[in-house]
């Protein structure tokens, strides 16, 4: 059994770059930071700064690119994955990302910034919770309404 999973809760270290594939598919890049802190031998407090290369495809990465910005407070749950590439001077380079599957916002949007628009994406369930975007969908696009998931049914 294998298990490639990635859960972080981190700000957006700048605002999403939103770009279009030459095959048509929507990609969207950013990053979060997360920190943790804690207290050295000395009893001093210590803390240490992680930044976390994001990558959501597809209807994800849409949502992405409308709502998220630079400093908003996000929940984020996808795999890991590893690139390779040689660079133009011949050497040969690696990223380790985060391919968003969920996404969670946990702050609110910005007043006049990315994502302070009433307009509501289909993927998007917009409450008094915090929003939430998936790369499965949530509202039947024939009707408008949600679909009920099995996963969603508390019992």
């Not at 209807?59 to 409308?66: D, K, S, W």
């Not at 996808?78 to 391919?99: F, M, N, Y």
């Not at 910005?110 to 628009?117: D, F, L, M, S």
Request: with cysteine; aromatic share 6%.
């Amino acid at each position: 059994m294998n298990l490639n999973r990635a859960m972080i809760i981190g700000n957006l270290t700048r605002d999403p770059e939103l770009r279009t594939t030459t095959t048509g598919q929507n990609v969207c890049n950013f990053s979060i930071a997360t920190s943790s802190q804690w207290n050295d031998a000395q009893g001093q407090k210590q803390e240490r700064v992680e930044y976390h290369n994001i990558v959501a495809w597809g209807r994800l990465a849409e949502i992405c690119g409308q709502y998220l910005a630079k400093g908003r407070k996000v929940y984020l749950e996808g795999r890991l994955q590893t690139r390779e590439w040689e660079a133009q001077d011949g050497s040969k380079k690696s990223r380790t990302e985060i391919v968003a599957e969920n996404m969670i916002m946990l702050s609110s949007p910005p007043a006049g910034g990315a994502g302070a628009t009433n307009e509501s994406a289909p993927a998007v369930k917009q409450t008094a919770n915090p929003v939430v975007a998936s790369s499965e969908p949530v509202i039947d696009q024939g009707t408008g309404e949600e679909e009920i998931r099995i996963e969603d049914i508390p019992f």
